[in-house]
């Protein structure tokens, strides 16, 4: 018992607020992501609901955030796996990432994921029905050949699937004596190693991504799968050793500049229409590796800033700590729900913009207050530790 309360001390003393906040402004940042892809058409696919008219500004917004958004989550994820670890047995963790992710996929995905398929296709003209005598229909088929997907809560059941496939790796690295751990840790040190933990992405990328664009559905996704699963390892090692921190801070200069550089040679392509077609040809191949790189770069860049300048407790972060995961559940339902009625309206891309992000918000605080923080049930299927009387 003692044991246990020491190290839960420790893992108090030890926590990286900086880390927090990261993952506050990530989930906050895909309100406006997800708000911006209502005014954009292109590779990446298209929303639940399309305005009529499209933005260039909405488009450099959806690939700049793309690049390294769902990289930097799957980082601070793994990173928070290290922490987790360091205060339970394998058992009590089990139950925590089953109670945690799957409890709220499994209600997402049959409770807040139908109404936005509901809304696609009615705002399509595919659906006539009402929405109850649409919710068998649901479970007719996978998308894209059917109605069922689990839309944004993607990200739920890929994080499960990472915390049990590399459970071994993990209790490996925790190890004290860890060879492999022990080694990256002195070989960082070294000027620039901690840049060249793009290359592994970059070859992931170019050998992957021609195949696998980016559907996740888990079963055949590889390329997703694969590059998000070593940022999810990457987050753990992070926080394994101090040197890696120090290795970023060292590094955060360089980062910037080479974060800000490749990003600025992948929007000048895409603006210019000079992205290669998809295939297994050299300049598309190569094109993935540098998209690889960039995506490190700037991973880099934001954890370095985030050492930097928001390393520090508050109680907006406790609050929005627990907030943010009901936050992220609910936030597409509630976007897609006021975009059905506001692509209507006359009204410009940035005021539709700014009204839909501001009142989907508001709207997704609301009912997290309302309906979720005060009362035991919401919060275990939301994914949040009950509360004590």
């Not at 639940?48 to 390294?68: D, E, K, P, R």
């Not at 929405?131 to 839309?151: K, S």
Request: aromatic share 18%; charged share 15%.
């Amino acid at each position: 018992m003692q044991a246990t309360e020491k190290a839960k001390a420790t893992h108090e003393r030890q926590r990286r607020y900086d880390l927090d906040w990261l993952r506050v402004l990530a989930v906050l940042l895909l309100l406006y992501f997800h708000t911006a892809a209502i005014f954009y058409q292109g590779e990446l696919g298209e929303f639940y609901i399309q305005n009529a008219q499209t933005s260039l500004v909405m488009h450099g917004l959806i690939l700049f955030v793309h690049q390294w958004h769902m990289p930097l989550l799957f980082l601070v994820s793994g990173a928070g796996t290290w922490f987790a670890l360091s205060v339970r047995t394998l058992k009590q963790y089990l139950q925590e990432r089953c109670q945690r992710l799957l409890v709220p996929f499994v209600f997402g995905t049959l409770v807040l994921i139908p109404p936005q398929v509901y809304l696609r296709l009615l705002n399509r003209s595919t659906a006539h029905a009402s929405y109850f005598q649409f919710y068998p229909q649901f479970f007719h088929g996978i998308r894209p050949h059917g109605n069922f997907e689990w839309g944004h809560l993607w990200f739920l059941v890929y994080l499960f699937s990472f915390s049990l496939v590399t459970l071994p790796l993990l209790f490996y690295l925790r190890k004290p004596e860890a060879k492999v751990r022990l080694a990256l840790a002195g070989w960082i040190e070294k000027p620039g190693a901690i840049l060249l933990f793009a290359l592994p992405l970059a070859v992931l990328e170019g050998t992957l991504r021609p195949h696998w664009l980016g559907f996740q559905n888990l079963y055949d996704d590889w390329a997703n799968f694969c590059v998000y699963l070593l940022y999810f390892v990457y987050g753990y090692l992070l926080c394994s050793d101090d040197r890696f921190s120090q290795a970023i801070d060292k590094h955060l200069s360089i980062a910037s500049g080479l974060a800000v550089l490749c990003m600025g040679i992948l929007l000048s392509l895409w603006q210019a229409g000079s992205i290669p077609d998809r295939g297994y040809s050299p300049l598309y191949v190569l094109y993935q590796c540098f998209r690889g790189c960039n995506a490190w770069f700037w991973v880099v860049t934001l954890l370095g800033l985030g050492r930097k300048y928001l390393h520090r407790n508050s109680q907006l972060l406790q609050y929005a700590n627990e907030a943010a995961y009901p936050f992220y559940l609910l936030h597409q339902t509630v976007l897609v729900l006021l975009a059905f009625y506001v692509v209507r309206w006359n009204f410009s891309v940035p005021t539709k913009f700014w009204l839909l992000s501001t009142a989907s918000f508001g709207a997704t605080i609301a009912l997290y207050e309302g309906l979720i923080r005060h009362f035991n049930i919401p919060r275990w299927l939301f994914g949040l530790k009950p509360l004590r009387r």
